[in-house]
């Protein structure tokens, strides 16, 4: 599940061990983590309170923020994160999108470095999110030059692209649904609908108007087919002036960049009590089965049976299934009784005497036609 987190919980770990290291040492570590994002930490021993950071992160859009490196509104999000204790090293290290430079000495003491840790240690998700924030910022832009109408694709996950679409007076994000279980297309089918049938309502009048479509919007035409071919559809959000004021803004690009996350989250919280409700009810029917039988057990009967010769007088538990059986028996060889002539005795010689047909012939006789 591609659920993106703001700060990292490895990274921040490792930070905390060079500030608290009672003994200066060589550090030259690097870090991989989900999304194809890796860290670069290094500490000299001889200069234990200057520590470099570099981060490697893909970004979300592969045009122009790709070609021309970090933008400067990235740059001054970045640069807001703790200023005292992190310089930007221009240019960054080779492979890598961006170099700080943490100066310990200048991190608060006791229970406020751990929060300058912390901030350092979410970085990598101020990058990500600032190039969103800075698409939707200038919803009520008239600039045409990122040109209107025009789907801008960004990737996080190689696998769950989504598009940003620039419209009159809002900006619409479209996300291509895909599943590899049948079972939860269905179950994620129900879920846009009802989500519909919920943002329509007058409780949510100010949520983001959300619409599903199983075919994709007319804006994506001349999309590439792999990135259009989904079994789930396409969920789409209009986003306006009201969703990105003050600190909606942050709000709103981490409910959108957190999507897929929330989605696939549902499905398997479904699925899960789905399969809690079937293994109750299974458990159900067992423990009614279950008294069934030991009714029947109760109802067995015992049968004495004495046998001379075979048996010598044991006494022979039948149970229910023995005793249908033998019912049976009895019931076909009393069918097959019925099914004989009546046999009495002194009977055939009555009928003949008694009861025999005469024989009759004709003085006529009479000639066979060929």
């Known amino acids: 599940m591609a659920c993106f987190d703001r700060v990292s919980p490895a990274l921040r770990e490792i ?21 194809s994002v890796e ?11 200057h520590n470099y950071l570099s981060i490697s992160t893909p970004l979300l ?15 001054k999000m970045v640069k807001q994160v703790c200023s005292d204790a992190v310089e930007i090293v221009e240019p960054a290290k080779e492979g890598y999108q961006l170099t700080l430079k943490l100066n310990f000495a200048k991190v608060p003491s006791g229970k406020d470095s751990e929060k300058v840790i912390t901030q350092i240690s979410s970085v990598q998700a101020v990058i990500l999110s600032s190039q969103l924030k800075e ?22 996950y190689p696998r769950e692209p989504f598009y ?20 939860d297309v269905i179950i994620a089918t129900a879920f846009f609908q009802e989500l519909m049938d919920v943002g329509s309502s007058e409780k949510w009048a100010k949520a983001p108007p959300c619409t599903w479509s199983p075919i994709p919007p007319p804006e994506l035409r001349g999309e590439p087919l792999e990135d259009l071919s ?38 398997k919280c479904t699925r899960g009590f789905i399969q809690r409700r079937m293994q109750k009810r299974l458990e159900s029917l067992v423990e009614v089965l279950h008294e069934e039988k030991l009714e029947e057990n109760g109802n067995v009967q015992k049968v004495k049976v004495h046998a001379e010769s075979r048996y010598g007088g044991k006494l022979i538990r039948l149970s229910k299934p ?49």
Not at 61 to 75: P, V
Not at 144 to 151: E, F, I, L, R, V
Not at 164 to 183: G, L, W
Not at 349 to 364: D, E
């Open 15 to 35: 930070l905390l061990k060079l500030y608290r290291a009672e003994k200066p040492s060589e550090v030259d570590h690097h870090l991989y983590e989900f999304g």
């Open 39 to 49: 860290y670069h930490v290094q500490s000299s021993a001889a200069d234990p309170q």
């Open 61 to 75: 859009s592969q045009g122009a923020l790709l070609s021309y490196g970090l933008s400067s509104y990235t740059m």
């Open 135 to 156: 698409m939707l910022r200038n919803v009520n832009s008239q600039d045409t030059s990122q040109g209107m109408n025009k789907p801008t694709k960004l990737v996080y």
């Open 164 to 183: 940003i679409i620039r419209q009159p007076q809002k900006i619409t994000a479209v996300f291509p649904i895909r599943f590899r279980e049948h079972s």
């Open 230 to 267: 989904t079994n789930g559809g396409f969920v789409s959000f209009d986003i306006s002036s009201c969703h990105v004021e003050g600190k909606k803004l942050d709000k709103t690009v981490w409910s959108l960049l957190n999507f897929y996350a929330y989605v696939k989250k549902h499905i």
């Open 322 to 370: 023995k005793n249908f059986k033998r019912r049976c028996r009895d019931f076909t060889r009393k069918i097959m009784q019925i099914r004989f002539r009546i046999k009495i005795h002194g009977f055939r010689h009555f009928r003949r005497r008694w009861l025999t047909i005469p024989k009759f012939s004709s003085p006529l006789g009479y000639t066979k036609l060929e």
